[in-house]
């Protein structure tokens, strides 16, 4: 948890592992950041097992994107 110098903003943060083959998916640019996000979310659940939510709160790929 981080808080604003104000103290008014709280931002929380979950990280977990990637499902197995998830993380070639992306470094072969299956799932990248540029794709619709409710056509990756729909992927996400489908064949990973995400939670539909947890979808649409991806807010970035990595340090080179």
């Given amino acids: 948890m981080s808080k604003s110098p104000n103290k008014h903003n709280r931002l929380y943060c979950v990280a977990d592992a990637l499902q197995d083959g998830l ?3 992306i470094e072969k640019g299956k799932i ?3 794709d619709d996000p409710k056509e990756r979310g729909k992927r996400l659940v489908e064949e990973f097992g995400w939670e539909k939510g947890d979808t649409l709160k991806i807010w ?3 340090p080179e994107n």
């Fill in 23 to 25: 993380p070639d998916e």
């Fill in 32 to 34: 990248n950041p540029k």
């Fill in 60 to 62: 970035s790929f990595g």
